[in-house]
């Protein structure tokens, strides 16, 4: 850990890591839809789970008919719940009043594959529609629409209307009224699909610098993977069901932190990943116990920041820090701890289950050899 990148990734990586216990922007609980009725009606989802955080970029993607769409037009109230609870910025869909959609909806902002652009209004107008419908008064808004359409690279084309635009110039404009409001939650459903690279790159930053400085959520539908990149969260969808949910930023960051680690250093990209998805991270104030000598061990533990004092029978015999690891004794010979390990300062440390550690072993053998060398050295 010695280059400043390195260290601007790990404390990027200490600070956004995902809160258990944090409010959640979206909430999809075991839902279920069918479109049709009587002899038509077909499923299209299934049991679906889906937790969003604030602040977090989620990229939906799947095969065409996988219930992108209607899982997207769900989150934003264009659908009704039918099966399942969906919570959105902490409202109930299931059930919901006519009143208490039109309030949500107000904070939402949608992007959606056709652009619905009035032919008659100019590309300023369009985005004023939005506004004024909001009840934003002109003078707070129009700078910000000018400012916007200008960002989007549009600055020369503010009083033209669609049909002089380009698809990708109308979609710009799309992208301007789904966001110009503010809102907490944007939903976009392929918007970058009708842009070239540039002009997608300069939407994704966008969203980017809106989910850092206001903690807007934003679920992207898309199968563009040039914009992959900017996922905090990676869902795939397959015949209504999400086959997987990945932490994809977070993973990435925690694997090139554990990568640059002796003992981490041996295994391949993808059982690295695979475990860094396993991680969880665990704070301890100054002078706590994180393990007790003699209880039985259950995790494994990777110092990201602060020093630790190992103490054996009440006697201090090392301290470690940043990069370090503690607890494989008992797991490895599954014995109790032999030692304890008490915070010196404030610690971060990322924690592995006693399963998923053992099952890292068992997946290389030059981890576990690794691991036997640092024992080793160690006593
Ligand atoms: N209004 C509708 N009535 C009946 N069936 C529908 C309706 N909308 C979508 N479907 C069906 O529901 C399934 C999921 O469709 P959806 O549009 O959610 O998929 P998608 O993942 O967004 O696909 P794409 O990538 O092509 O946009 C498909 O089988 C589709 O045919
Ligand atoms: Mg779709």
Same mark, same amino acid.
């Given at each position: $850990?010695?280059?400043?990148?390195?260290?601007?990734?790990?404390?990027?990586? @200490?600070?956004?890591?995902? =809160?258990?216990?944090?409010?959640?922007?979206?909430?999809?609980?075991?839902?279920?839809?069918?479109?049709?009725?009587?002899?038509?009606?077909?499923?299209? %989802?299934?049991?679906?789970?889906?937790?969003?955080?604030?602040?977090?970029?989620?990229?939906? #993607?799947?095969?065409?008919?996988?219930?992108?769409?209607?899982?997207?037009?769900?989150?934003?109230? +264009?659908?009704?719940?039918?099966?399942?609870? !969906?919570? =959105?910025?902490?409202?109930? +869909?299931?059930? *919901?009043?006519?009143?208490? #959609?039109?309030?949500?909806?107000?904070?939402?902002?949608?992007?959606?594959?056709?652009?619905?652009?009035?032919?008659?209004?100019?590309?300023?107008?369009?985005?004023?529609?939005?506004?004024?419908?909001?009840?934003?008064?002109?003078?707070?808004?129009?700078?910000?629409?000018?400012?916007?359409?200008?960002?989007?690279?549009?600055?020369?084309?503010?009083?033209?209307?669609?049909?002089?635009?380009?698809?990708?110039?109308?979609?710009?404009?799309?992208?301007?009224?789904? %966001?110009?409001?503010?809102?907490?939650?944007?939903?976009?459903?392929?918007?970058?699909?009708?842009?070239?690279?540039?002009?997608?790159? /300069?939407?994704?930053?966008?969203?980017? /610098? %809106?989910?850092?400085?206001?903690?807007?959520? &934003?679920?992207?539908?898309?199968?563009?993977?040039?914009? !992959?990149?900017?996922?905090?969260?990676?869902?795939? $969808? =397959?015949?209504?069901? &999400?086959?997987?949910?990945?932490?994809?930023?977070?993973?990435? !960051? @925690?694997?090139?932190?554990?990568?640059?680690?002796?003992?981490?250093?041996?295994?391949?990209?993808? &059982? !690295?990943?695979?475990?860094?998805?396993?991680?969880?991270?665990?704070?301890?104030?100054?002078?706590?116990?994180?393990?007790?000598?003699?209880?039985?061990?259950?995790?494994?533990?990777?110092?990201?920041?602060?020093?630790?004092?190992?103490?054996?029978?009440?006697?201090?015999?090392?301290?470690?820090?940043?990069?370090?690891?503690?607890?494989?004794?008992?797991?490895?010979?599954?014995?109790?701890?032999?030692?304890?390990?008490?915070?010196?300062?404030?610690?971060?440390?990322?924690?592995? /289950?006693?399963?998923?550690?053992?099952?890292? *072993?068992?997946?290389?053998?030059?981890?576990?050899?690794?691991?036997?060398?640092?024992?080793?050295?160690?006593?």
């Amino acid at each position: $850990m010695n280059t400043e990148s390195n260290d601007q990734q790990l404390s990027e990586l @200490l600070a956004t890591w995902p =809160v258990e216990s944090a409010p959640l922007s979206v909430d999809v609980d075991h839902v279920n839809h069918f479109y049709g009725v009587g002899e038509m009606r077909k499923q299209v %989802l299934f049991d679906n789970v889906l937790k969003i955080r604030p602040g977090e970029i989620v990229i939906m #993607t799947g095969p065409s008919g996988s219930g992108k769409t209607t899982l997207l037009t769900l989150i934003g109230t +264009l659908r009704s719940v039918q099966e399942g609870s !969906l919570k =959105v910025l902490g409202q109930e +869909l299931l059930g *919901i009043s006519a009143t208490a #959609t039109t309030e949500l909806r107000k904070r939402i902002g949608f992007i959606f594959q056709a652009h619905n652009l009035f032919a008659s209004l100019t590309a300023f107008q369009n985005v004023r529609m939005a506004t004024e419908l909001l009840g934003i008064p002109d003078e707070k808004a129009n700078p910000r629409i000018e400012a916007t359409l200008k960002r989007l690279g549009l600055g020369a084309r503010i009083h033209y209307r669609p049909k002089a635009l380009s698809g990708g110039q109308k979609q710009r404009v799309a992208v301007a009224r789904g %966001l110009i409001h503010e809102p907490g939650l944007i939903l976009a459903d392929e918007p970058t699909a009708a842009l070239d690279a540039e002009s997608g790159r /300069e939407v994704v930053t966008i969203f980017q /610098e %809106l989910a850092k400085e206001q903690q807007c959520t &934003i679920v992207i539908v898309t199968h563009d993977n040039r914009i !992959l990149d900017v996922a905090d969260r990676i869902v795939s $969808m =397959v015949d209504g069901r &999400i086959v997987s949910n990945v932490l994809i930023r977070r993973n990435t !960051l @925690l694997s090139q932190f554990l990568t640059q680690l002796d003992l981490f250093k041996v295994l391949n990209t993808t &059982i !690295l990943s695979k475990i860094a998805d396993k991680f969880d991270l665990r704070k301890f104030a100054p002078g706590s116990e994180i393990i007790k000598q003699g209880d039985a061990g259950t995790e494994f533990f990777v110092i990201g920041a602060g020093n630790v004092a190992i103490e054996i029978d009440g006697r201090q015999v090392n301290t470690l820090g940043q990069g370090s690891f503690f607890g494989e004794v008992a797991l490895i010979r599954d014995q109790p701890r032999n030692a304890t390990v008490r915070a010196l300062t404030s610690v971060s440390c990322f924690v592995l /289950e006693k399963d998923d550690f053992q099952s890292v *072993i068992q997946s290389s053998s030059s981890f576990e050899e690794e691991l036997r060398k640092a024992i080793f050295t160690r006593q």
